[in-house]
Nanobody, 122 residues
Framework: QVQLVESGGGLVQAGGSLRLSCLASGGNFFQIADMAWHRQVPGKERELVAT???????NYADSMKDRFTISRDNAKSTVYLQSDNLKPEDTGVYYCYGTLKERFGRSYPDYWGRGTQVTVSS
């Protein structure tokens, strides 16, 4: 029973920072899972922010690289998204994602958290 629970969202002024957290539960899922952050802003489709593999390899969407940093702490079963220089257009719901597909194959499911709201005021 894998569960992903996001936290750390809230209201911040433009130019400010937030660190989002995603706590994973469910056996040793987190230790072997590839993780990611996605977001959905009003009026747009859900989009990828960043990914991090089970062994710590990171990738970012082209537009996210300079302001977002993904990391993980396997001892805490937690993945983080450090979000800096936030802009009003960053406002939206940020979702944690995890998968075992790379390790075990495409028959394994994707897991999503319920999301955490980020609101950036101008």
């Amino acid at each position: 029973q894998v569960q992903l629970v996001e936290s750390g969202g809230g209201l911040v002024q433009a130019g400010g920072s937030l660190r989002l957290s995603c706590l994973a539960s469910g056996g040793n899922f987190f230790q072997i899972a590839d993780m990611a952050w996605h977001r959905q802003v009003p009026g747009k489709e859900r989009e990828l922010v960043a990914t991090i593999t089970s062994n710590g390899r990171t990738n970012y969407a082209d537009s996210m690289k300079d302001r977002f940093t993904i990391s993980r702490d396997n001892a805490k079963s937690t993945v983080y998204l450090q979000s800096d220089n936030l802009k009003p257009e960053d406002t939206g719901v940020y979702y944690c994602y995890g998968t075992l597909k790379e390790r075990f194959g495409r028959s394994y499911p994707d897991y999503w958290g319920r999301g955490t709201q980020v609101t950036v005021s101008s």
